[in-house]
């Protein structure tokens, strides 16, 4: 069966500090992977999605990248944070036209 | 675009009682639709979905959802709801047509149980 890991599952960082959030689907080959922020309160967002090896389409212009170096790895990276970064980071797989998510990842940045 | 629309923000109900919670779409074609379930502090897990034929369909946790193309809604009802039922519940609708499947997310709803 499929699984789908987010890491690491907190996180605080600094205003201005660098990010690194990583996420590994098993059990399924050259997934569709998404990338989605779910800020207090509000709804979901989708941020980047990936159809294969680095090949990525962002669907909100940011500070953030996302980069897929492994078929079954998907990371979202920032150079510097900022303070409306914080939110709950969802990362999902696709399967036949339906999406699994991960546990998520919290990150508050002060 | 495709769009969904979550009317009910919070609802409240008591442990026993029935529930239904109402999603509207706009969508070109026919969509393919979806709810999920967010716990605090968890990811979303999908309670059910509908992409053609019978439009009442089942889904986990004693959950159903009926598709009505002439009211453009999916409403997700169950007749008997549980405290460990409290939760966000987000309806949505999926683009079949474009290589990223995208989804398209409702605003969710947040139900209270009441012992």
């Known amino acids: 069966s499929q699984t789908i890991h987010q890491w690491p599952a907190t996180l605080v960082q600094p205003v201005g500090s660098p990010l690194s959030l990583e996420c590994t689907v098993e059990?399924?080959?050259?997934?569709?992977l998404y990338w989605y922020r779910q800020a207090a309160g509000r709804g979901l967002q989708l941020l980047f999605y990936?159809?294969?090896?680095?090949?990525i389409s962002s669907e909100v212009p940011q500070n953030l990248s996302a980069s897929r170096p492994q078929d079954r790895q998907f990371i979202l990276s920032s150079k510097k944070l900022l303070l409306s970064d914080s939110g709950f980071y969802l990362c999902?797989?696709?399967?036949?036209?339906?999406?699994?998510f991960g546990p998520g990842t919290r990150l508050t940045v002060l | 675009a495709q769009s969904v629309t979550q009317p009910d923000i919070h609802i409240t109900v008591s442990e026993g009682a029935s529930l239904e919670l109402r999603c509207n779409y706009s969508y070109g074609a026919t969509p393919y639709l979806f709810w999920y379930v967010q716990s605090p502090g968890q990811g979303l897990q999908l309670l059910l979905k509908y992409f053609s034929g019978d439009t009442l369909v089942q889904g986990i946790k004693g959950f159903e959802a009926e598709f009505k193309r002439s009211q453009s809604s999916f409403n997700l009802r169950k007749p008997s709801v549980h405290w460990s039922d409290a939760a966000e519940y987000f309806c949505?609708?999926?683009?079949?047509?474009?290589?990223?499947?995208?989804?398209?997310f409702g605003g969710g709803t947040r139900l209270m149980v009441k012992p």
């Open positions: 999902a797989w696709r399967d036949a036209y339906t999406q699994y």
């Open positions: 059990g399924t080959s050259n997934p569709n």
């Open positions: 949505a609708v999926g683009d079949g047509n474009n290589a990223g499947n995208m989804l398209t």
């Open positions: 990936s159809v294969g090896i680095g090949q």
